[in-house]
C-alpha cells in the first residue's frame, strides 16, 4: 500500500510536466488534458533517465532537477503565452 503511494508521489513531477506540455500544445477539456498529461509526462521522464543514463549522469536527484527545471520553463510558458 505504502509503495504504491510513494510511487505515485515519485511520478507527480513527471505527470505536471507532461500536463504543462498538452496544455501548451492545445486547449483541450480537463477529462482530457489530465490523462494525456499522465502518459506524456511519464514519456518524457523515462526519455530524460535513458539520456542521463547514456551520458553517465543518472540518478533520482539528476531526474529531478531536470524535471524541475522544465516544469519551471513551462509553467513561465503557461503564465506568459495564456
Known sequence: ???GVI????MLP???LGWIVVRLL??????LEIPLGAGLGAAISSVL???LTWIGAANRG?????????????AALIYVLM
Not at 7 to 10: C, E, T
Not at 62 to 72: H, K, N, Q, R, Y
Open 26 to 31: 492545445a486547449r483541450l477539456g480537463w477529462w
Open 14 to 16: 513527471a505527470f505536471a
Open 49 to 51: 533517465f535513458f539520456l
Open 1 to 3: 500500500m505504502i509503495e
Open 62 to 74: 539528476s531526474l529531478l532537477a531536470t524535471e524541475g527545471v522544465m516544469i519551471a520553463i513551462g
Open 7 to 10: 510511487d505515485i508521489l515519485a
